[in-house]
């Protein structure tokens, strides 16, 4: 069956940085387009970052871009999201996330990695 895993998540200081993967299996992975998504306490589930399936296209969120920087690597079937000058407001819980199409809905997500940045 199709996993994606991530990892990397943590605590930090605001200003900081940190990088998450996730490791996808069971799937084509270059087939797919891969993105991240992030959850706050009390908050409804956000799109972050988007990725397409060879990596030239992507998009971010108005709230990260400049800051976050999400990669993918096809050989190890892993995508990345470099995300720097983290601010507390990134603290959340991050998905990962594929989907067929670039601009379509996401078939599979994994199971979240936390990310708490102090002030």
């Known amino acids: 069956q199709v996993q994606l895993v991530e990892s990397g998540g943590g605590l930090v200081q605001a200003g900081g940085s940190l990088r998450l993967s996730c490791a996808a299996s069971?799937?084509?992975?270059?087939?797919?387009?891969m993105g991240w998504f992030r959850q706050a306490p009390g908050k409804e589930r956000e799109f972050v970052a988007r990725?397409?399936?060879?990596?030239?296209?992507?998009r971010y969120a108005d709230s990260v871009k400049g800051r976050f920087t999400i990669s993918r690597d096809n050989l190890k079937n892993t995508v990345y999201l470099q995300m720097d000058s983290l601010k507390p407001e990134d603290t959340a819980i991050y998905y990962c996330?594929?989907?067929?199409?670039?601009?379509?809905?996401?078939?599979?997500w994994g199971q979240g990695t936390q990310v708490t940045v102090s002030s």
């Open positions: 996330s594929a989907g067929e199409n670039y601009n379509g809905p996401n078939k599979y």
């Open positions: 069971g799937l084509t992975f270059s087939n797919y387009a």
């Open positions: 990725i397409s399936w060879h990596g030239v296209n992507t």
